[in-house]
């Protein structure tokens, strides 16, 4: 049944048709998407993936591709010559923007043939992820992941183009690259010319783009692909594409108002909004102590407020003892809170548990004024400067944590998005960014060691620099992260560009001259020959998308992800390979256990 195209080109595709088109010759090809026969003309929607166009096989027209139609089911591929015609009155369909025509066709080749889909092709796929990834090639087809792969085209565009024309050069870097530690495991590739040797995939390109700063090339760009091997995370991908930027010659500001200016474009040339920079800054310190989190979410209130040396005042042992022990006490006021249940006070209780809190303590402010079995520990003094502080009016509930700083921080944090959530205070479809800066240089990683807040190559803030000796932990960045609606998009820092700086850091973290000069020795000669000070910043391209999309999780804008366990199930990659492949790189797969 399958035929050849021959000399046939397509003319048109099926978006494209309107009624100045009527009476044109045209030749149209793509896929059935459904076929109807209503008394002998047999209807077919045809679909590519610029949209669809009803063509109409009438028997008394062209016999002989009525027949051809007859046979054909969804999924075929078809080409089809035609004349444009007007759809008769009351038949156009507005809801399709070729709604107003149709083409009568005369003639019919069907190209191939399809076995039946296993989900229908159309956005009310109720198929699973699994299956839907399986056959990626038919999920592929949908009007939805189509328009997000456009939108991901024209996203890479905005981006090349805003760049491009303040300068940017853009650049690639290698893929096959020395293993250095970034954070995260490296993909390991092994070398089989020069056996024993592996190199790694990339993290990120940040000493290669590092070292084009000293090379001369002062404004750098790449949509790069890079690599992590991380343990399973929810809706991380091991290959992922980011944004990634560096100028020479510039502090932060430099560095945030290009980023702004890109955002910007990319906004309004994807999706039609209108983005205002410059975007509102606040140092990591303000944003921890006022939203919990490094990453806030700025479009609500329901900011934490401490109440630490007011509740100091009163009997309730939970409160003192977290003090005792060097913790804090921190509240956020839930406007309009005071209608939860106790059923939802609960399930609220059990939310923050969690995050480790022990609890979760609670006041209703009612006309009558405060109401909790906790109200009996304080004076009606320390009651009404409570109320006070955080504002509290008949309706609200007070919510309070005490723990460490951390646990009450974490918990507060996702409590209040919990509570911005129920209580319908997030305008859902208001885009509020906002930049996060002045970060630690340093932080306690899983084990209580010393480790980069970011990478090792960030430049600390000039007047903390004696502080290294003295107390890193109290050393800032000069870093910042671009935060969207609470998610981290992008991050970056002003580099050291001083080679004796950077051994500074470096032994801060434990890494000695000779094992730096064996993972870093390139950047750190290459430092000694004219670095100029520079800057960047990367961000998340995939995530972008996705919100830029409305889209929950980045392997909707991704055309071919990962599963959450890092396996392609189009594909079947992971893969065992051949023991001749393995003998000739000099390994050895040793089993599990």
């Not at 024993?196 to 995939?201: D, S």
């Not at 979410?297 to 329901?302: A, E, K, M, N």
């Not at 950047?523 to 960047?536: F, K, N, V």
């Amino acid at each position: 049944m399958r035929e050849l195209l021959g000399d046939w080109r397509r003319t048109h595709n099926c978006g494209e048709l309107r009624k100045e088109h009527v009476g044109q010759d045209v030749v149209l090809m793509g896929w059935v998407a459904r076929r109807r026969d209503h008394g002998g003309v047999i209807f077919i929607d045809l679909r590519d993936r610029y949209g669809t166009t009803q063509v109409v096989c009438n028997p008394q027209r062209s016999p002989e591709a009525h027949r051809k139609a007859d046979r054909v089911r969804p999924e075929y591929v078809i080409a089809v010559k035609g004349k444009v015609c007007l759809r008769p009155e009351g038949m156009a369909n507005p809801k399709l923007p070729t709604g107003e025509i149709e083409v009568m066709v005369e003639e019919m080749k069907v190209l191939n043939t399809s076995k039946p889909p296993p989900f229908p092709i159309e956005d009310r796929c109720t198929a699973g992820e699994e299956v839907r990834l399986r056959y990626r090639y038919l999920d592929l087809r949908r009007p939805s992941m189509q328009r997000n792969l456009m939108v991901r085209h024209r996203a890479y565009q905005a981006v090349r183009n805003y760049l491009s024309s303040r300068g940017f050069l853009e650049i690639e870097t290698p893929f096959f690259i020395r293993s250095t530690p970034e954070g995260a495991r490296d993909f390991l590739v092994p070398s089989r010319i020069n056996r024993g040797k592996f190199y790694a995939l990339p993290q990120s390109p940040q000493l290669y783009k590092q070292i084009l700063m000293i090379a001369g090339y002062d404004k750098y760009f790449q949509i790069v692909r890079c690599f992590r091997d991380e343990d399973l995370r929810a809706d991380r991908q091991p290959e992922f594409t980011q944004i990634d930027i560096e100028m020479s010659f510039v502090g932060e500001e430099e560095v945030m108002e290009v980023s702004e200016g890109m955002m910007e474009a990319l906004f309004r040339e994807t999706v039609g909004l209108d983005l205002s920079p410059p975007f509102p800054r606040i140092s990591y310190r303000e944003a921890v102590e006022r939203y919990g989190t490094d990453r806030p979410d700025v479009r609500f209130g329901l900011e934490l407020i401490d109440v630490g040396d007011l509740v100091r005042e009163g009997e309730f042992k939970v409160f003192l003892k977290a003090l005792e022990k060097g913790g804090r006490v921190k509240g956020i006021n839930a406007k309009g809170g005071a209608r939860f249940s106790r059923k939802e006070v609960e399930e609220l209780t059990e939310f923050v548990k969690r995050f480790k809190a022990e609890g979760l303590a609670w006041i209703r402010v009612g006309p009558d004024g405060p109401s909790s079995p906790i109200v009996k520990f304080f004076p009606e003094g320390v009651l009404n400067r409570l109320s006070e502080r955080m504002g509290a009016e008949p309706g609200d509930m007070l919510f309070f944590v005490a723990s460490e700083e951390r646990v009450v921080h974490q918990a507060l944090a996702n409590l209040r998005l919990e509570l911005g959530r129920r209580l319908g205070l997030i305008p859902e479809h208001e885009n509020r960014l906002v930049w996060v800066t002045e970060f630690p240089l340093f932080e306690r990683d899983e084990e209580g060691n010393i480790a980069p807040a970011h990478h090792p190559f960030t430049s600390p803030v000039e007047e903390d620099i004696p502080l290294l000796d003295e107390d890193p932990f109290e050393v800032r960045a000069r870093a910042y992260d671009m935060v969207w609606n609470g998610v981290e998009i992008g991050g970056g820092s002003i580099r050291i560009w001083d080679r004796e700086l950077q051994e500074k850091v470096l032994k801060v973290l434990g890494i000695g001259e000779e094992e730096a000069r064996g993972k870093f020795g390139f950047l750190l000669d290459a430092l000694e020959y004219g670095a100029p000070p520079h800057g960047g910043i990367a961000f998340g391209f995939d995530r972008i998308v996705a919100m830029l999309l409305g889209e929950s999780s980045i392997r909707e804008v991704i055309a071919f992800p990962k599963t959450g366990t890092a396996v392609s199930l189009m594909d079947g990659a992971p893969a065992e390979v051949a023991e001749e492949q393995l003998k000739e790189l000099g390994i050895v797969v040793v089993p599990e256990g």
